[in-house]
């Protein structure tokens, strides 16, 4: 998976959770949950359909990954480098 | 978007009356706008013609916000729209030296009165929309029987398009079954109208609150009854001015009668959370535990425990709840929010917790709540933890004695067996009813959350 396309999954599954989000103010570096006022159950649809989507487990204790854009394009990038 | 009121802040465009393209002239009606009381009629301040419309019908948009742009013999200005039930009455006569306007065509086609028909009684013999209007009157038509009320601003009565509809198309239904739903909660949608033409009448959502507060009623004396079948009785959203209104109210009357009397506390939260990621190893994303789910489920048990917090104020004594039912505090994205309750939460699982969390707030921001679920909580929790706050000291949601926060789990130095270490916390607080407790109790069960929130696997 190259950035731009862990970007763009990123971005459709953030869409669906929260369809009015503006994405296209959303830095690289903020904090997606105090952006987007993702509560707990939220960050959980999220984890669930990022999984599905790049076809790895994320873990409880990769949350941190995923805490802004950037950090989680690259661990997506990551995790399905792992995997092919 | 103009203010139909001091409370106003937003309305919801229902239905434009006209297109781009089309003339329109100072004092035509131009667009149909719901606000919290009732559906209102827009008209323009300008002559010229309609060049571009803003907004879509269905769309909801803050007071001055441009609806459209009217575009003038000097450029294109926003509508200055102004509400038809103003003080003067709005001048809707055309000239006769002028074609019917468009506004007034299109009123007359919805109507189904043919203009040529009509003998004007405006300057010159126009014909004015009282003229059509009287004609539609006369005949009694009944294409659109809830628009027969003549000389009134009339709801079009439709549901918007962004609201939650159970079947095609749009619904008809009038003004005051419409402010009757939002009052009551009742979801259009799953009305059967007893109208003409299906259309829903006041009677049928009066007959849809009583079944829901019957179901209601039941669920409070422990016997939770599914609603019929047929009716489901369901919680939609009402306007945010009327949910504010209702909070306004209630929290007032809270900080009215309620002597409150405060206590915090703070939970090192290492074993429960501890056992929450490995439970989590083992369970389906989807199901996974958040720490809320572990903190409620702790919540439910302490107030079996300590029975004198759990029940309700009524008629000057505290009456004990028969069985736990915990609220939890939804907030919803449009701002307000909405307290379902989880029954016999004492006796669920961390996992069904969880679980009936998780379907209960998708429920709530979708406006699928049924009334039974909406039912009166014996205590409730205010789990402020999402925000980034780490405590919060609540209000009491009246006749209920107590209400249960807890702020942001965070990561702090913390001794343990004499060594400093590193403990994720959090700080429960307990907002208590002094007529009905006093700080003694309230300290039994902040204490007893601890202890439950140490022992998480007998949860």
Do not use: C
């Amino acid at each position: 998976m190259t950035p731009q396309e862990a970007r763009s999954m990123l971005e459709t599954t953030l869409r669906e959770i929260v369809p009015d989000a503006s994405l296209a103010e959303l830095g690289g570096s903020a904090d997606l949950r105090q952006e987007l006022e993702l509560d707990s159950l939220d960050f959980v649809e999220l984890v669930d359909r990022l999984s599905k989507r790049a076809g790895f487990r994320i873990e409880d204790d990769d949350a941190d990954e995923l805490r802004t854009a950037d950090s989680a394009t690259s661990f997506l990038v990551r995790g399905s480098a792992g995997r092919s | 978007m103009p203010s139909l009121g001091a409370d106003m802040d937003e309305g919801i465009l229902l239905e434009w009356l006209v297109k781009a393209g089309d003339a329109v002239h100072r004092g035509d009606i131009v667009a149909v706008v719901e606000t919290p009381k009732s559906a209102v009629e827009v008209e323009t301040f300008d002559d010229g013609t309609v060049q571009q419309l803003l907004v879509e019908e269905g769309q909801t948009v803050p007071v001055g916000a441009p609806l459209a742009v009217i575009a003038d013999g000097h450029g294109a200005a926003p509508v200055e729209a102004v509400p038809a039930v103003a003080a003067t009455p709005p001048v809707v006569a055309v000239p006769a030296v002028h074609p019917p306007s468009p506004v007034l065509r299109h009123r007359a086609r919805e109507l189904g009165v043919d203009l040529d028909q009509l003998t004007g009684t405006g300057p010159d013999g126009a014909v004015t929309r009282q003229d059509v209007e009287h004609a539609v009157a006369v005949h009694a038509v009944d294409r659109h029987p809830l628009d027969r009320h003549v000389g009134r601003p009339r709801g079009r009565g439709r549901v918007p398009a962004a609201a939650p509809t159970g079947r095609a198309g749009r619904l008809r239904v009038s003004p005051l079954a419409r402010r009757l739903a939002a009052e009551q909660g009742v979801d259009l949608a799953t009305l059967a109208g007893s109208g003409p033409g299906e259309s829903i009448r006041a009677a049928d959502v009066r007959d849809a609150a009583a079944a829901g507060r019957d179901a209601a009623a039941a669920g409070r004396d422990g016997r939770p009854v599914e609603p019929p079948a047929t009716t489901p009785p369901r919680a939609e959203h009402a306007a945010p001015q009327d949910m504010r209104t209702a909070i306004a109210a209630l929290m007032s009357r809270s900080n009215r009668e309620v002597p409150h009397y405060y206590l915090s506390t703070t939970i090192d939260l290492h074993a429960a959370l501890q056992w929450m990621h490995e439970r989590n190893r083992e369970l389906e994303i989807a199901d996974r535990l958040v720490p809320a789910a572990l903190m409620l489920a702790a919540t439910a048990r302490a107030a079996r425990q300590v029975p004198q917090l759990n029940g309700h104020w009524v008629d000057g004594g505290f009456v004990p709840a028969v069985q736990v039912r915990l609220g939890f505090i939804v907030s919803l994205r449009g701002g307000g929010l909405l307290v379902p309750a989880i029954a016999e939460a004492d006796s669920v699982s961390v996992v069904e917790t969880m679980a009936r969390v998780r379907d209960l707030t998708r429920r709530a921001r979708s406006g699928r709540l049924r009334a039974s679920e909406l039912a009166e909580p014996s205590i409730t929790v205010s789990n402020l933890g999402e925000q980034g706050v780490e405590s919060v000291q609540g209000v009491i949601y009246p006749p209920q004695v107590a209400l249960v926060g807890f702020g942001t789990p965070v990561e702090r130095p913390w001794a343990v067996d004499g060594l400093i270490g590193v403990r994720p916390l959090v700080t429960a607080t307990l907002a208590g009813d002094h007529r009905a407790s006093d700080g003694a109790t309230g300290a039994r069960l902040l204490r007893a959350i601890d202890a439950l929130l140490q022992r998480p696997e007998e949860l």
